[in-house]
C-alpha cells in the first residue's frame, strides 16, 4: 500500500513558476514509477510527467516539455514536479500517482492516486 501526499498547489501569474511535491509513505517508493496527471474542469485526467524508478528517465507530455521538469528523491520518498513559464492552460487539479510497472501515460494503469492539489493560473 502506498499513500501519497500532493503539497505545493496555489494560485500563479502567467509567467510564474510553481513546485509541486508528492511526499509517499511506505519503503518500497523506490519500486514504482511516479507520474503526475492533471485535470481541468470538465475535461479527462491527462498525463503530465512521468519518471522511472531510478530517476534516469523522465517522460512528458508535448504540452510541458521545456517548462516542466519531473525529479524524485528516494532518500525522502518524495517526487517533484518543477513548474515555469506557467499559462492559463496549464490549470487544473494536479494529481501525483504511482504504478509498479514502467511509467505510464494511461491513469488507468496506475495504481495509486493522491488527493490532488489545485493550480490555477491567472492571466
Known amino acids: 500500500q502506498v499513500q501519497l501526499v500532493e503539497s505545493g498547489g496555489g494560485l500563479v501569474q502567467a509567467g510564474g513558476s510553481l513546485r509541486l511535491s508528492c511526499a509517499a509513505s511506505?519503503?518500497?517508493?523506490?519500486?514504482?514509477?511516479m507520474e503526475w496527471f492533471r485535470q481541468a474542469p470538465g475535461k479527462e485526467r491527462e498525463f503530465v510527467a512521468g519518471i522511472n524508478w531510478s530517476g534516469g528517465r523522465t517522460y512528458y507530455a508535448d504540452s510541458v516539455k521545456g517548462r516542466f521538469t519531473i525529479s524524485r528523491d528516494n532518500g525522502k520518498n518524495t517526487v517533484y514536479l518543477q513548474m515555469s513559464s506557467l499559462n492559463t492552460e496549464d490549470t487544473g487539479v494536479y494529481y501525483c500517482?504511482?504504478?509498479?510497472?514502467?511509467?505510464?501515460?494511461?491513469?488507468?494503469?496506475?495504481?495509486?492516486w493522491g488527493q490532488g492539489t489545485q493550480v490555477t493560473v491567472s492571466s
Open positions: 500517482a504511482a504504478n509498479r510497472g514502467g511509467v505510464t501515460t494511461t491513469a488507468q494503469m496506475i495504481d495509486y
Open positions: 511506505g519503503r518500497t517508493f523506490d519500486r514504482y514509477a
